[in-house]
């Protein structure tokens, strides 16, 4: 032990030697530790762009004639494509293809969810889009338009990479 304290104090001048009296280790450094050294030493900052973030898409209302999304009346079927909203050309559930879907596997970044409203009631799908959906990635989430509607606004407060393909429900049926 005392033979590597002597060391320790004989070579310490020229390489900056650290060593501990209870160890055997000495730690060499070249050069002595300095702010630009250590990642604690730099100091950062932050920029904040926009103090308040947007809410996103909310579709605020629907009726038997449309919907209000962001205090925009849209009459009729449609595709909700933060930010986009499109008019969708279905007439029922049963109008629901791969190709009246086609538009949701064009997006770009893609979407994680779509959620479908039907109308008054939860109806079934085809198999062949469901498996095209499932093939591209993407999850579904078929409803009925009023709980639809809920589920994309519940997944547009989250940030979340959705899109909503809604029909209308009839007259009467709330």
Same mark, same amino acid.
């Given at each position: 032990?005392?033979?590597?304290?002597?060391?320790?104090?004989?070579?310490?001048?020229?390489?900056? %030697?650290?060593?501990?009296?209870?160890?055997?280790?000495?730690?060499?450094?070249?050069?002595?530790?300095?702010?630009?050294?250590?990642?604690?030493?730099?100091?950062?900052?932050?920029?904040?762009?926009?103090?308040?973030?947007?809410?996103?898409?909310?579709?605020?209302?629907?009726?038997?004639?449309?919907?209000?999304?962001?205090?925009?009346?849209?009459?009729?079927?449609?595709?909700? %494509?933060?930010?986009?909203? %499109?008019?969708?050309?279905?007439?029922?559930?049963?109008?629901? !293809?791969?190709?009246?879907?086609?538009?949701?596997?064009?997006?770009?970044?893609?979407?994680?969810?779509?959620?479908?409203?039907?109308?008054?009631?939860?109806?079934?799908?085809?198999?062949?889009?469901?498996?095209?959906?499932?093939?591209?990635?993407?999850?579904?989430?078929?409803?009925?338009?009023?709980?639809?509607?809920?589920?994309?606004?519940?997944?547009? !407060?989250?940030?979340?990479?959705?899109?909503?393909?809604?029909?209308?429900?009839?007259?009467?049926?709330?």
């Amino acid at each position: 032990m005392a033979a590597v304290r002597h060391l320790c104090q004989r070579t310490a001048i020229r390489l900056r %030697l650290t060593c501990s009296p209870q160890s055997r280790v000495c730690v060499v450094r070249g050069h002595r530790l300095g702010p630009f050294d250590d990642e604690q030493y730099r100091k950062t900052s932050v920029s904040i762009m926009q103090k308040e973030a947007s809410a996103g898409t909310v579709i605020y209302s629907y009726s038997p004639r449309g919907f209000n999304i962001n205090g925009n009346t849209v009459f009729g079927p449609c595709a909700v %494509l933060p930010p986009a909203i %499109l008019q969708w050309n279905v007439g029922s559930h049963s109008d629901i !293809s791969v190709e009246s879907l086609s538009l949701f596997y064009l997006l770009e970044p893609q979407i994680e969810v779509l959620v479908l409203g039907t109308g008054a009631r939860t109806e079934r799908l085809h198999a062949e889009v469901l498996e095209e959906l499932k093939k591209r990635g993407i999850a579904v989430e078929v409803q009925d338009t009023p709980n639809a509607c809920a589920t994309f606004n519940f997944l547009s !407060s989250e940030k979340r990479l959705a899109a909503a393909a809604l029909i209308p429900p009839p007259a009467g049926s709330r």
